[in-house]
């Protein structure tokens, strides 16, 4: 019998706010990456296959909501990062233990998209031809060969099986700690 491998839980906005504090921005996009996928809630809704959660919008104005702690504590993060260099120069994205971005939800592929950072900055996505679709902003997105990767610009809603999260940019997600956690 295989051993279970422990995932660790996945960090909240809040858990980034020390090294917002410390690093200048090349140093906190050297740290976490270039870009990072936020959920509402905790990865305790993942692996419950069909439940989509729940977004709540971040105001603008959130530096006098009188929540704001809380609010960053109710997001968990997924930073887009490469865990080891790749030849092919993306970010996969998956269930496996293997893929750079491990969404452990019965509704995502174990292989099931990528992300790579364009020349420009941006960052594109592209489906790996998985059985229950990504998409950017209600438009799916192709599988690779059957199409161009999607554009994906900062505030875009993604989905990855049934899995939604905001896409943030490395300047808007530390914007958005500075307003939430200072």
Same mark, same amino acid.
């Given at each position: 019998m295989a051993a279970q491998i422990e995932r660790q839980p996945l960090p909240c906005i809040e858990s980034f706010a020390k090294d917002v504090k410390e690093l200048d921005p090349p140093g906190f996009r050297a740290r976490h990456g270039g870009a990072f996928l936020l959920m509402h809630g905790s990865d305790a809704q993942l692996s419950r296959p069909g439940q989509l959660p729940q977004w709540t919008v971040v105001s603008d104005d959130v530096q006098g909501y009188?929540?704001? =702690?809380?609010?960053?504590?109710?997001?968990?993060?997924?930073?887009?990062?490469? =865990?080891?260099?790749?030849?092919? !120069?993306?970010i996969a994205v998956g269930r496996a233990e293997t893929c750079d971005l491990v969404v452990p939800d019965t509704s995502v592929s174990l292989y099931h998209a990528f992300f790579r950072e364009e020349q420009d900055g941006g960052f594109v996505l592209q489906d790996a031809g998985s059985k229950n679709g990504t998409w950017v902003n209600d438009q799916r997105v192709p599988a690779q060969g059957k199409g161009p990767p999607? =554009?994906?610009?900062? !505030?875009?809603?993604? =989905?990855? !099986?049934n899995m939604e999260f905001l896409f943030l940019g490395c300047n808007?997600?530390?914007?958005?700690?500075?307003?939430?956690?200072n």
């Open positions: 009188h929540g704001a =702690r809380d609010l960053a504590k109710n997001y968990v993060v997924i930073a887009l990062k490469q =865990r080891r260099p790749s030849r092919l !120069g993306h999607a =554009r994906v610009e900062s !505030g875009s809603e993604v =989905r990855i !099986g808007e997600f530390r914007e958005l700690i500075s307003k939430l956690v």
